[in-house]
């Protein structure tokens, strides 16, 4: 079996996996700790509120975690959604421009949204050419 700086793959594989469910702990200074405490409250005000401020004080380190933790995870599905939404307007302006340029829509649909270049006839019959000297093979 293969190996990396005398690793295999599978001991990879695990060292990533550990680290991908591994907690980490993060600082942060004085004033962000009073800010995170303010969103912490705000996302639980209701619970808070029916509970009372003993409430507060006895998860505030468990909800201000369930804070951090829902405001990264929102913060990457927006980068995640933009990135998909900016690819997809790169791939129709290419589009577009394929279509101005006088390609067939389907084939460039193919070329921009899927990354096939356009089968032309010469393409064809090379293809064919190959296959016919396989089989004599």
């Known amino acids: 079996m293969a190996t990396l700086d005398g690793k295999t793959p599978e001991q990879i594989a695990k060292e990533i996996v550990q680290d991908a469910v591994q907690s980490q702990l993060v600082e942060i200074d004085g004033v962000t700790s009073q800010h995170l405490d303010v969103l912490a409250r705000y996302e639980s005000r209701d619970t808070i509120q029916v509970r009372g401020e003993k409430y507060w004080t006895k998860n505030r380190d468990r909800l201000r975690e369930e804070t951090l933790i829902d405001l990264i995870n929102n913060k990457h599905k927006g980068l995640v959604k933009y ?17 101005r340029d006088g390609m067939n829509k389907d084939q460039a649909y193919d070329l921009a949204f899927n990354g096939k270049e356009p089968v032309t006839e010469e393409k064809k019959e090379t293809k064919k050419e190959e296959i016919a000297q396989k089989e004599k093979k």
């Open 83 to 99: 990135l998909d939404k900016r690819e997809l307007d790169k791939n129709n302006e290419y589009f577009q421009k394929l279509v």
